[in-house]
């Protein structure tokens, strides 16, 4: 099974910045997209940013295009989402999550192997 480890997560005043990281192990990492999701309290879990395998191809939901960027490092087997210009509203529990197939974009359903989750806390 392909495991996935967060790390980066933390508290951010309003403008700051954070790097998130997704370290996989257990499976050819290189061959899965990743997605990020992330879920605020009081509501469902919801896509931010996907890249597909090779790295070439990336997604962004709407809130946050131009402030945060995927990016991943295969041979180290990591996927990062660099986040800038936080706001108090992309506080949430941030998840990444490796999917079985291309074009999935933030289908929940169709990922398979799911990181623990690590906070994010943005004040104001």
């Known amino acids: 099974q392909l495991q996935l480890v967060e790390s980066g997560g933390g508290e951010v005043q309003a403008g700051g910045s954070l790097q998130l990281s997704c370290a996989a192990s257990?499976?050819?990492?290189?061959?899965?997209?990743i997605g990020w999701f992330r879920q605020a309290p009081g509501k469902g879990r919801e896509g931010v940013s996907y890249?597909?395998?090779?790295?070439?191809?990336?997604d962004y939901t709407d809130s946050v295009k131009g402030r945060f960027t995927v990016s991943r490092d295969n041979a180290n087997n990591t996927v990062y989402l660099q986040m800038n210009s936080l706001k108090p509203e992309d506080t949430g529990v941030y998840y990444c999550?490796?999917?079985?197939?291309?074009?999935?974009?933030?289908?929940?359903?169709?990922?398979?192997?799911w990181g623990q989750g690590t906070q994010v806390t943005v004040s104001s």
């Open positions: 890249i597909e395998p090779d790295g070439s191809s990336t």
């Open positions: 999550a490796a999917a079985l197939y291309l074009n999935v974009k933030y289908t929940r359903d169709d990922y398979r192997y």
């Open positions: 257990g499976l050819a990492f290189d061959g899965y997209p």
